[in-house]
């Protein structure tokens, strides 16, 4: 049996965790279950598509995850079940897996909903079983129909030019660090130039330094590193950038390289 990694937005005081998890080992009381998280913000798509895309290929290829975050968020919403880059995913089709990769699902197909009584609590009744049949080796394409409505969210995307990167701030995570979407890669390139001097400009804030860890500052201070995912992070040492900052999603962060 594959490993079922479990992601939502349902908190930690209630029952629906361990509800989905009954209904998984209902099946195969031996199943490996891993909590990826349940304290995603409600109804946060974003802050989810980005904690799974972060996490999911350090679990085995095979492996099946389960998410559901903003499930109702549409009328009519449908479940689907869907592989990509050999992983499974089982979850709400409201955008959150068109942000998790640049490849396309090499397929995807909507759940068979057969009782409509319940509809109000999908993942343990619908996307559960489901979940576990997939991590029994069955293909999505036993499970349901083609989706043909697979809905695709618009990722926010970095900009270079010969003297500047241009980025967001896609995530803030439990400490209060701001990690932006531009890549490591993106600033090697430009920096390589003869050892171009740069400057990293957020909101009324610049730094001039890329540590290696969030150690090498004293407390307070303002730091700006690449972290586990290679992507530029802004953080205070032992405080929350965020909100110390005002850096919240979206907000911009440019690199500027001296000529």
């Known amino acids: 049996m594959a490993i079922i990694t479990l992601l939502t937005d349902y908190g930690d005081k209630d029952h629906y ?12 009381h031996r199943g490996t279950i891993v909590d990826i998280t349940h304290n995603v913000p409600p109804f946060n798509i974003i802050h989810a598509s980005q904690v799974l895309k972060s996490v999911f290929r350090s679990f085995p290829e095979g492996s099946v995850h389960l998410v559901d975050v903003y499930a109702h968020g549409q009328r009519n919403s449908s479940a689907v079940a869907l592989k990509l880059e050999g992983h499974f995913f089982v979850g709400p089709n ?19 909903q057969n009782d409509q009584g319940k509809k109000s609590f999908p993942a343990r009744n ?4 489901a979940a576990l049949e997939l991590s029994h ?7 349901g129909n083609h989706c043909s409505n697979f809905i695709k969210l618009r990722s926010l995307e970095y900009r270079v030019s010969s003297d ?5 701030i896609i995530h803030i995570d439990s400490y209060g660090n ?4 531009i ?12 050892g171009r001097k740069f400057r990293i400009e957020f909101g009324r804030d610049t730094i001039h330094r890329i540590s ?13 590193i690449f972290n586990d995912q290679d992507l530029l992070e802004i953080s205070i040492c032992e405080g929350d950038a965020s909100a110390l900052l005002g850096l919240e999603y979206e907000a911009l962060v440019k690199v500027v390289f001296s000529p």
């Open 17 to 28: 965790v361990a509800a989905i998890k009954a209904k998984i080992l209902e099946g195969n």
């Open 183 to 194: 890549p490591k890669k993106a600033f090697e390139e430009l920096h390589k130039q003869a």
């Open 178 to 181: 701001a990690i932006s979407n």
């Open 94 to 112: 409201n955008g959150i897996f068109s942000l998790i990769s640049d490849k396309n699902p090499d397929v995807i197909v909507e759940l068979v």
């Open 164 to 168: 500047e990167i241009l980025g967001y």
């Open 212 to 224: 290696d860890s969030y150690g090498e500052s004293p407390e307070g201070e303002i730091v700006a």
């Open 126 to 129: 619908i996307m559960a079983k």
């Open 137 to 143: 080796g069955k293909e999505p394409t036993s499970l």
